[in-house]
C-alpha cells in the first residue's frame, strides 16, 4: 500500500520517495493531476498498470456505517482478497473562527492552516477505520484518494483515472431517487463515469441496482498510455522543448484528444526504440507526420489560450474577491449603524416612556394634593361641629348629675318599699313553684355555686409537712399533670380533694411579692374560674379546688374515651370561657392576664360546666422570666406554644389580647375539633371559599349555620396577627355568646335571667352599673366585701339598689302565658 500526499505538483523522478509514508512510491515524470480535480491531490495507487482490472473498487464517504455496510457486501459478494478505497476529501468551505463560521480566503491564513491540518488528521484516521475492518476481514486493501469541490465528480474523475472496472458505492433507494435525480452521486456516476466500469449501488446492506459496463467502450488507457513525452518526432524538437518548459501541457490527459492519438503515443512508448526508428517510420509515412504536426499546433495554442484564460480567471477572482471584502467590509459598517441607530431609537423610546410616566405621577399628585386639600378642610368642618356638639354633651351631663341627684335623693324613699317587695316576691315564689320543680336541679346547683361563695373562707397558709403528707411526699403516683411553670399533684386536704400545683422556685419573685400576688389572687372569686383554696409559700406552691372530670383538651379529642361533646354545650363553654375572661380583664386596680389559655387549663365539672385554672400565675414569674423567650419556649409543654400570641414572641410584652388570641385559637377548635397548628389559615380559606362546612366537626352534631358562623367570625377576630385588630371581650359581646345556646336550651328571654344564678328573677333590682340581678344574689355578692360589678368586675360608684317594677310584672305576665 502506498501514500502520496504531496501539498504541490508533483515533479518527482522515478525511485524518489516522500518522507512520512510507509514505502517508497514510484512517480513518472511530468505527471500532475487532471485539470477536472483540485489542485491539492492524494492518491494511493500501483505500479502495475495492470493491477487494477479484476481488483473491486469501493466508494466510501466520512460515515462509517455506511462504508461499513458497502465492505462487508463487498467482502460477502465478490469474495476477493483485495480491494482498492476510493475516497473522495471535501475540504470545507468555512473555517471556525472567534467570530463564527468565515469562508476560508477572509479567515486568517495560521486558522486555515491548523484547521486543515486537523482535517487531514480526521481524514487520516477514517481511512484507518476502513483499513482494519479490511484487516479484520483479511482482505488485502489499498487506498485511492483525490480532493475535490464535489464528491461526484471526484468519483467519476477516479474512475476515469485509474480505468476501474469494478466499483461498489452506496445509492439512495430507488423512490428516493426518483425525488433526487441529477442530485445523486449514484446517478451522477452512473451518467458520467467510463461506461467500461460496471457500478454496483448498494443501500443499507441490499443491492439496488447494477449499471453494467458497455462491451463497445475499449478498454481504459493506463498510466504509461498516458504519457506523450519522448515520442515527438525528431522534426518537432523544438516544438517538443517548448511544451516540457509547461508540466501542464506536458502531464495533461485532457479526453478531448482524438483516441487515434492515444494509441499512436502508446505504440510509440511500447516499442522501445528510439529517436531513429521512429524517424525512419516518419519519413515512410509523411502524410501521418503533416497531420501529427498540425494537432500538435492546435494543442500549443490551445495550451496558451487556456493559461490565458487561467490567468485571466485568476486576476478576475482576485479582484472578486478584493471587492467582497471591501463588501463584507461595508455590510459589517451598515450592521453596526444599524444597531447603533436601533440602541439610539430604543433609548429615545425609554426616555418618552419615563418622561409620559413622570409627567403622570406629577399629575396624579397634584390629584392627591387637592383631595387631601378638600379632606382637610371637610375634617375642619368636622372639628368645629364636634365642638359644638361637646359642649352640647357637657350641658346635657350637668343636666344628668342634676338628675343623679335627685336619684340618690329617692333612695331612701325607695327603701321604705322593701317590706312590700319581699311580700310580692313571696307571691312570686308560690307563683313559680310549679315551674322551680322542673327546674330543680339547675337550680340547686346555682345556689350552691353562690352558697360556696359566700362561705368561702378566707385563704389558707399551709406548711410543706402539710402537702408532703397530702400528696405522700410529692409522689409521681399523685402527679395528674404539669406545665410550663410546675408540676400538679393531687391530694387530701381540709376533708376535701384539691389541686397543689408546686412552681418552680428559680423562675417566682421573692417571698414577699409571692405572698401579695397570691393574696390578689385569692380574692379573684367568679362561677368560672377554679377557686383558690390555700397558699404554701415555703414551698412556692398553691392550692386549688379539684375538678375529676378532666380537661377540656381530654373531652374534646377524646383522650379519657368520653363522648363527644355537642355543639350545645360547646357553644355554652365560649360563652363561660368570655364571662371569665372579661371578669379577669376588667379587674381593678390591675387587669389580671392570664397568660397561660389553653385547653388544658379549662376544666369541667360534672355539668360539663367550665372553670378556668392557672390564671394570675404570670403575675408570680419575675419579670425578666415571663419575657425572656427562652424561658418561654423552654417551658412550654408539647402542643401549648401554638397558642401563644404572635405579637407576643416578637416584641415579649404580655397583654388582655394575648389571652383574646388564644381564646380565639379555642373557638375555632371547638368548632372544627383540628389541632390548633395553622387552623386560622385553613379556616380562613374555607370562609373565603365558601366551604364553611366542610370544617366543622360533625361529632358535635348538626351545627345551625347561624351559630357556626358567628363563631367562626370571632374566632378568626381574636387570632388577628396584629393585636389591635383583635376584639375586646365586653359584657355585651358575653350576652351575645350566652344567647347564641339560650334560646334552645332556655325558651326564656334573656333579659329575665339573672347574670349571677342564670335563673329567673323574681326580684329584679338595678344596680350602679346598670345590670338588672336578682336582689339576694346581688346583695350576697355585695356583703362578701366587694363593690366591684359582677358583671364589669369595676368599682360600682353606689351600692344601692332599685328595684325594676316594669322587669317583675313582665316576668309575671310571661309566667302566667307560660
Known sequence: MELIQPSHPLHGSAGESLSGFSSPVSFRRGFVPPPTTSHLAEIFEEEDSGGGVD????????????????????????????ICILHVHQPSQLIPTLLGKLPASQANAEVVSAFRREEGERKMKLLQNYLRVCSRAKVKA?????????????????????????????????????????????????????????IWFINKGKHVWTREASEGQSSPPSCRQLQIAKVLPRENKEFHQESAASPTLSCSTNTSLPYNIHNSISSSTSSGSGYNSAEGRMSSDSDINVEEQSLYGRLAEATLEAEASKDKAFAELLKRRNLESEAMKAIYKV???????????????????????????????????????????????????????????????????????????????????KQSIQRQKMEALRWLE???????????????????????????????????????????????????????????????????????????????????????????QHPHLVTLLGVCPEAWSLVYEHLSNGSLQDHLFRKSNVS??????????????????????????????????????????????????????????????????????????KG???????????????TPKSDIYSFGLIILQLVTRRPPVGLASEVRKAVLCGNLASI?????????????????????????????????????????????????????????????????????????????????????????????????????????????HALRHAIQDWLCKS
Open 434 to 524: 310549679r315551674w322551680r320543680n322542673h327546674r330543680q336541679a339547675g337550680a340547686a346547683n346555682c345556689n350552691g355555686l353562690i352558697g360556696s361563695a359566700e362561705e368561702l373562707p378566707k385563704l389558707s397558709e399551709f406548711s410543706l409537712s402539710d402537702l408532703q403528707t397530702a400528696t405522700c411526699n410529692f409522689s409521681e403516683s399523685f402527679k395528674i399533670g404539669q406545665g410550663g411553670y410546675g408540676c400538679v399533684f393531687k391530694g387530701e386536704m381540709m376533708g376535701r380533694t384539691v389541686a397543689i400545683r408546686k412552681l418552680h422556685p428559680h423562675n417566682m419573685q421573692g417571698q414577699a411579692e409571692f405572698q401579695q400576688e397570691v393574696q390578689v389572687l385569692g380574692k379573684l
Open 640 to 654: 401549648a406554644f401554638p397558642y401563644t400570641d404572635p405579637e407576643l414572641q416578637r416584641i415579649g410584652v404580655l
Open 564 to 637: 363527644s361533646v355537642p355543639w350545645k354545650t360547646r357553644t355554652r363553654i365560649i360563652a363561660e370561657i368570655s364571662s371569665a375572661l372579661c371578669f379577669l380583664h376588667s379587674s381593678k386596680p390591675e387587669k389580671i392576664v392570664h397568660g397561660d389559655l389553653k385547653p388544658q387549663n379549662i376544666l369541667l365539672d360534672s355539668e360539663l360546666s367550665c372553670k378556668i385554672c392557672d390564671f394570675g400565675i404570670c403575675r408570680l414569674v419575675t419579670e425578666d422570666n415571663l419575657y425572656c423567650r427562652s424561658f418561654c419556649r423552654g417551658t412550654e409543654p
Open 55 to 82: 481488483k473491486v473498487h469501493v466508494a466510501v464517504g466520512k460515515s462509517v456505517e455506511k462504508a461499513v455496510s458497502l465492505l462487508h457486501w463487498t467482502f460477502k459478494h465478490f469474495g476477493c482478497k483485495e
Open 335 to 417: 450592521k453596526q449603524f444599524e444597531l447603533a441607530h436601533a440602541r439610539e431609537v430604543k433609548l429615545r423610546t425609554e426616555a418618552e416612556d419615563a418622561l409620559r410616566t413622570t409627567i403622570g405621577e406629577q399629575q396624579k399628585l397634584l390629584q392627591e394634593k387637592e383631595e387631601v386639600s378638600r379632606e382637610i378642610k371637610r375634617t375642619m368642618t368636622n372639628i368645629a361641629l364636634l365642638d359644638s356638639r361637646a359642649q352640647e354633651a357637657n350641658r346635657r351631663f350637668n343636666e344628668a348629675s342634676g338628675e343623679v341627684r335627685l336619684i340618690q335623693t329617692s333612695i331612701a324613699t325607695l327603701q321604705q318599699e
Open 142 to 198: 489499498s487506498i485511492a484518494m483525490v480532493e475535490a469541490g464535489e464528491i461526484q465528480k471526484g468519483i467519476v474523475d477516479l474512475v476515469n483515472r485509474h480505468g476501474v472496472r469494478k466499483l461498489v458505492m452506496g445509492a439512495v433507494p430507488e423512490n428516493c431517487m426518483k425525488v433526487k435525480k441529477n442530485s445523486s452521486k449514484a446517478n451522477y456516476a452512473a451518467k458520467y463515469a467510463a461506461l467500461f466500469c460496471e
Open 696 to 804: 366543622l366537626d360533625s361529632s358535635a352534631g348538626e351545627w345551625p349555620i347561624t351559630v357556626a358562623r358567628r363563631l367562626v367570625d370571632l374566632g378568626l377576630q381574636c387570632c388577628e396577627l396584629n393585636s389591635i385588630e383583635r376584639p375586646e371581650i365586653t359584657p355585651a359581646l358575653v350576652r351575645e355568646l350566652h344567647q347564641l345556646h339560650a334560646p334552645e336550651e332556655r325558651p326564656v328571654p334573656s333579659f329575665f335571667l339573672c347574670p349571677i344564678l342564670q335563673e329567673i328573677m323574681h326580684d329584679p333590682q338595678v344596680a350602679a352599673d346598670g345590670f338588672t340581678y336578682e336582689g339576694e344574689a346581688l346583695r350576697g355578692w355585695l356583703q362578701n366585701c366587694r363593690e366591684t360589678s359582677p358583671m364589669t368586675n369595676l368599682k360600682l360608684s353606689h351600692l344601692h339598689l332599685t328595684p325594676n
